[in-house]
Nanobody, 114 residues
Framework: QVQLVESGGGLVQPGGSLRLSCTAS????????MSWYRRAPGKERELVAT???????NYADSLKGRFTISRVNAENTVYLQMNSLKPEGTAVYYC????????WGQGTQVTVSS
């Protein structure tokens, strides 16, 4: 059974940091490009960051320098380090796996508020 399970979300103050994790099972993780997306209240889902099987990364322009995506294939896990968080970063964050198939996780809530 394919699963992507996100964790690490929560409430953080503006300027704070969080690290999200997404652990995969049921497929060959190392063959898949991995991405993080987010959906803010009342907005469309948007791409946050992508990491290829070879480790090449890409970020939304507005997040470059503050967010870092990484993967550890031995752990079947992709991470998203989020620094200097802003209130507009409040959203549900999802991970996505893409190769022969596309898989989505259920999401984890991040709330940036004082």
């Amino acid at each position: 059974q394919v699963q992507l399970v996100e964790s690490g979300g929560g409430l953080v103050q503006p300027g704070g940091s969080l690290r999200l994790s997404c652990t995969a099972s049921g497929f060959t993780f190392s063959n898949y490009a991995m991405s993080w997306y987010r959906r803010a209240p009342g907005k469309e889902r948007e791409l946050v960051a992508t990491i290829t099987t070879g480790g090449r990364t890409n970020y939304a322009d507005s997040l470059k320098g503050r967010f870092t995506i990484s993967r550890v294939n031995a752990e079947n896990t992709v991470y998203l380090q989020m620094n200097s968080l802003k209130p507009e970063g409040t959203a549900v964050y999802y991970c996505k796996a893409v190769w022969l198939h596309t898989f989505w996780g259920q999401g984890t809530q991040v709330t940036v508020s004082s």
